[in-house]
């Protein structure tokens, strides 16, 4: 029996096509060796059972599916029965909240129990979870000996956690089975099993309302959005069908009639009056307006002038300032980082201010992958945070976190134009711009040409030689590359690997003997039946053989902030002076070239006293192009302090100046200089120290951190 896991493991061979390291998969899903060849074996054992061969299992290389497993599993899983997958413990909630939320007669215990395919208790515990989680919707779950188990509360609030429950089941799901993961063919298997008016032909006639309003506001939703808002949308249908209707405020409804997104709703809504028979009063329009202002965007070309769109445009612009002032870098493209930046906050605007909660699957790497970044971007999403009036969660944050960081890395790329290549992702703008960052500086000689969504692709006529695809594209005329929006190191030795033979004519295989002398000297002692296949699995045993590390390492505090970079006690008559004597030890190691000082003082005299960060600290920096050979830090003290403006809060004494080559490599460095200033005492004891001693001991302390 599959469960969550195991079943997103064989999705990601399904997915490969060459051989997967055991080293790959435990960093793809966060287990230890010994889980990967215990989940491994659950594999085979439901291939076996449904009629296929199991994985192949090569020393050194790894597990790859055989081919014709790989062209029978699409067609298997879609038949496969719901008792052969055992549902995880949020796959059970969400089951249970939609059925109870949308039951159309009593349900019991023994109803859940053959539902869930479970024992009584784990049903009980499941009924726990779930009344937590209803609880945060403002919903309780009652129990009538007649009726049995409900869901209570007002109908907005149900829709809302109907809503949630369906992201938490569909993130995996694709449009029309486009993409063959094995994941999504068993959960769409689930939804004919306990969803049947969720068929694909209603689903399809939605999608078909849902463009065809898209279209008449020049706006696209994101892929992952699509399939999503089409159930919301049917199960809505079902439930006015039921007198079940949502009511909104006076107030809000003025205010999301005159959003572009109504006059969309109102066109869907129209259509579905025609498909259901139902009408839909305008409390429905207004709240599928919410649901289109909520929903991730890749274009939107027309946009409303009211107040509240204002204020998002002021507080994305105050966001970008903070990041920029918190992570000493400046974006050279500010317009088009704050015009892309803008469409996911005004979205994720609406989804905190009605909760409408999203999964967001790759907030685990984000945080684990790019810490800097992800901290960075959540101290900068104060301004939205003030409008919202209450937190932002992790999810949101790392989407958020995803545009930052695809931002600082594209502004150092210049990519060689020899071969061309597009990008496939179903997972938004922000995840495309990340996969596009690292695949630009993996193969600086690919020119990446186009980056579609999975409509995009659909129709897309431009020539390219390879694409890069986090979904499996069939029947492309192209080599296709699928790969994960955010890699592991293991995931980018692996493709660099698998691309490098596609390259300058398949001279690049990498140190060692290539595919072809091994497949020559075979020939010398064996009947080959077939030398192009034998090449292709040469090739591929290479490549897994041969995947190294790729790192993408930054430097601690330690090892930019060294003892002779430290101007300890200096006098200077005013700021500027200061700024000159703090940067002196870096002129003389040859870090920075004069004119990043002047450019340091410009900033300052053009932007006020903005690089005081904290009481008696600032940090000043300029821009990588303004005259810096090498990433690093020297620190100014003063005991007496330095005047940075005419106010009290403006007088510094410790002063440090940072120089990054890629506006991004000392960010794990600032990170641990914020850290170690939380304390006050460290602050007190940089600033009264005569000798470096003291410094350096605190700053090996937090060296290691972040």
């Known amino acids: 029996m599959l469960d969550e896991r195991s079943a997103s493991m064989l999705a990601y061979l399904q997915e490969k096509q060459d051989y997967v390291s055991v080293r790959e ?11 990967v060849y215990y989940d491994m074996d659950k594999i085979d054992g439901w291939l076996r059972f449904n009629g296929m061969a199991p994985v192949e299992r090569m020393r050194g290389a790894g597990f790859r599916l055989p081919e014709e497993t790989r062209s029978q599993l699409p067609a298997k899983a879609g038949n ?8 995880s413990r949020d796959e059970r909630v969400a089951w249970l909240g939609l059925h109870l939320i949308h039951r159309t007669k009593p349900m019991f215990l023994h109803d859940m129990e053959q539902l869930l395919q479970v024992s009584r208790g784990t049903v009980l515990a499941t009924l726990q979870q779930l009344r937590t989680e209803l609880a945060a919707f403002g919903l309780d779950i009652a129990f009538h000996r007649k009726e049995g188990y409900e869901v209570r509360g007002n109908e907005k609030d149900k829709r809302t956690a109907l809503s949630h429950m369906l992201s938490a089941l569909l993130t995996h799901m694709s449009w029309k089975q486009f993409v063959s993961r094995m994941r999504g063919l068993v959960g769409a298997n689930l939804y004919r099993s306990h969803f049947p008016h969720l068929g694909e032909d209603r689903l399809s006639s939605v ?5 065809s309003g898209e279209r008449a506001i020049g706006m696209e939703l994101a892929d992952e959005t699509i399939v999503h808002l089409a159930a919301l949308l049917l ?12 009511t ?27 498909l259901f028979g139902v009408p839909f009063p305008e409390d429905e329009i207004c709240y599928m307006t919410v649901h289109l202002l909520a929903a991730k965007v ?28 918190l992570g000493c870098v400046y974006f050279q493209h500010r317009e088009a980082l704050e015009k892309q930046l803008f469409l996911h906050v005004k979205s994720a605007y609406y989804r905190i201010k009605y909760n409408l909660k999203t999964e967001n699957p790759l907030t685990a790497s984000i945080m684990e992958k790019y810490p800097e970044v992800f901290e960075l971007t959540k101290k900068s999403a104060l301004p939205l945070e003030e409008l919202l009036g209450k937190p932002i969660g992790d999810d949101e944050l790392a989407y958020m976190a995803m545009h930052f960081g695809g931002w600082l890395r594209r502004e150092q790329v210049k990519p060689v134009r020899r071969k061309s290549a597009a990008i496939v992702c179903v997972n938004g703008v922000s995840a495309s711009r990340m996969l596009k ?4 500086q993996l193969f600086p000689s690919i020119d990446i040409t186009a980056v579609l969504s999975l409509r995009d692709y659909e129709h897309f006529t431009g020539k390219v030689d390879f694409i890069f695809s986090t979904v499996p594209l069939p029947n492309s005329e192209v080599p296709v590359f699928t790969v994960n929006a955010i890699m592991s190191d293991a995931e980018k030795a692996s493709l660099l690997n698998r691309l490098l033979p596609h390259l300058d004519g398949g001279a690049g295989e990498g140190p060692g003997p290539s595919a072809q002398a091994i497949v020559e000297l075979v020939k010398k002692h064996a009947v080959v039946r077939n030398e192009g296949r034998l090449l292709e699995d040469v090739r591929r045993y290479l490549a897994a053989a041969r995947g190294g590390r790729v790192e993408d390492r930054k430097p601690s505090l330690k090892e930019l902030l060294t003892p002779d ?18 940067a002196e030890p870096l002129l003389n190691d040859g870090s920075i070239v004069r004119r990043y000082v002047q450019a340091m003082i410009d900033k300052v005299e053009r932007h006020g006293p903005y690089i005081v960060i904290g009481p008696g600290i600032a940090i000043a920096h300029a821009r990588p192009e303004d005259g810096v050979v090498r990433s690093a830090m020297a620190l100014l003290t003063s005991a007496r302090g330095i005047d940075f403006g005419s106010e009290p809060r403006h007088r510094v004494r410790l002063l440090f100046v940072i120089a990054s080559v890629d506006g991004e490599s000392h960010l794990r460095a600032l990170a641990q200089l914020t850290e170690m200033f939380r304390e006050e005492r460290h602050r007190e004891r940089l600033a009264q120290a005569t000798a470096p001693d003291p410094i350096v001991r605190i700053i090996e302390q937090y060296s290691a951190s972040v």
């Open 80 to 87: 496969a029965r719901v008792s052969q997958y055992y549902l």
């Open 25 to 35: 998969l435990m960093g793809a899903f966060h287990i230890s060796k010994r889980t």
């Open 248 to 274: 909104m405020d006076e107030e809000e409804k003025r205010a999301l009639r005159k959003t572009p997104q109504f006059q969309a709703a109102v066109k869907i809504a129209q259509e579905l009056e025609k």
């Open 207 to 211: 999608y078909d309302m849902i463009a």
């Open 235 to 246: 199960l809505s249908a079902d439930r006015l069908a039921q007198g079940k209707r949502v």
């Open 437 to 440: 960052i690292q695949l630009e």
């Open 565 to 582: 970079r430290m101007t300890l006690q200096g006098e200077a008559e005013d700021w500027r002076a200061a700024i000159r004597l703090a």
């Open 298 to 325: 890749n274009r939107l070309e027309r946009e409303s002038d009211d107040q509240e769109t204002a204020r998002l445009r002021e507080a994305t612009g105050r966001m970008i300032d903070m990041f920029e002032r």
